[in-house]
């Protein structure tokens, strides 16, 4: 396993199991075999529901001996709905209970907007925040006190464009650890990796291979073939005699990018996990780096438009 070294020596694995989508009832089974595959790293949310699933695995794990507490790198995120800083606490304390754990590894703001609590996605505008009526300082203060706490050793942001990354900073003086964003070679992400290597903080990449096989509808509107179907990428998985999936993790990683795929198929897992032994050359870096295409799966659309006050522009930036 490779690693990230946060400023106080903690180490976060480079590929990490997201848990997304991971099918209730299948969860279980999907974290007991990542644990003997080798993963360490788990990416949660309050938001994906199956915490208390992924609790009980991690559980009966330590409980049969397969791995001890110090060995995991537990990451969840606070939803959109606990943004004032009196709510965050609770949040995290009731993500705690689900995951049966004292603290977090990581804990990060989900996403840079609110809601009013138990609306988790709204379709009226009362049950909405404005933009900027709960400020994301205010959020982040909040983040900083469970740090403080010992209740997530490590917090940071997700979803961040880049001002509202310096306006944190700007109001509190606290730099975010970590920004998750989606990265793949369609979203390559360049502004905001550099403004992580200048500010120092980390990226973790989801989506980090493309949803696999997914081909959605604007992707068949701007006729982007889905990444495992990429020329670029096919070409230099057959050179490299490897998976495509392969090839997107190595790119991530030699980026300094932590990834999170996610798969609930135990042989899949393993594939993805066997990526950290794949190495790029610079012509296949390079190669790669003229794929961009500033397509998101993940266009938060899902928040905007009805009666909700937020634009796409509010979430991205301009
Ligand atoms: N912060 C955020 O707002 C945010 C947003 C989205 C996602 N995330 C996190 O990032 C994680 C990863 O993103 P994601 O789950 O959306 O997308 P992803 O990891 O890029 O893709 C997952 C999909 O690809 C399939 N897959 C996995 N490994 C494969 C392989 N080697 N070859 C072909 N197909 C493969 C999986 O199916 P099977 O399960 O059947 O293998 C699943 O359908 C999430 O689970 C979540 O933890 C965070």
Redesign the pocket.
């Known amino acids: 396993m490779k690693y990230l070294t946060f400023k106080n020596g903690d180490k976060i694995p480079m590929i990490g199991l997201?848990?997304?989508?991971a099918d209730e009832g299948r969860v279980y089974e999907g974290i007991r075999s990542a644990i003997k595959i080798g993963y360490r790293h788990f990416?949660c949310?309050h938001n994906y529901g199956n915490e208390a699933e992924i609790g009980q695995a991690l559980a009966d794990a330590m409980a049969e001996g397969e791995v001890t507490r110090e060995e995991l790198w537990i990451t969840s995120?606070l939803w959109n709905d606990s943004h004032q800083e009196h709510e965050v606490e609770p949040a995290i304390k009731h993500t705690l209970k689900n995951l049966q754990l004292d603290y977090l590894d990581l804990y990060l703001i989900?996403?840079p907007m609110a809601v009013k609590h138990g609306h988790e996605f709204p379709d009226k505008a009362e049950n909405f925040y404005k933009p900027g009526e709960i400020s994301l300082s205010e959020t982040w203060a909040g983040m900083l006190k469970l740090r403080e706490k010992g209740l997530a050793k490590h917090v940071g942001v997700?979803?961040f464009n880049v001002a509202q990354i310096n306006q944190i900073i700007a109001d509190t003086g606290e730099v975010p650890e970590m920004n998750?964003i989606?990265v793949h070679p369609y979203l390559q992400q360049n502004e905001l990796k550099e403004h992580a290597d200048s500010t120092g903080y980390f990226i973790t990449a989801?989506?980090?291979?493309?949803?696999?096989?997914l081909v959605n509808e604007n992707m068949k509107k701007r006729g982007i073939p889905s990444m495992?179907q990429n020329e670029t990428l096919v070409k230099i998985a057959e050179e490299l005699n490897a998976?495509v999936?392969h090839v997107l993790l190595a790119w991530l990683r030699q980026r300094g990018i932590v990834a999170?795929?996610?798969?609930?198929?135990a042989t899949?897992q393993e594939?993805?996990f066997k990526s950290m032994s794949l190495e790029l050359t610079d012509d296949h870096m390079d190669a790669i780096s003229t794929l961009e295409k500033g397509f998101r799966y993940?266009d938060a659309t899902f928040f905007c438009g009805g009666e909700s006050p937020y634009t796409v522009e509010d979430i991205w930036g301009k």
């Open positions: 997201g848990t997304y989508k990416d949310a995120k989900h996403w997700s979803n998750q989606e989801y989506k980090p291979i493309g949803s696999g096989d495992m998976p999936s999170v795929p996610k798969s609930s198929n899949r594939e993805n993940v």
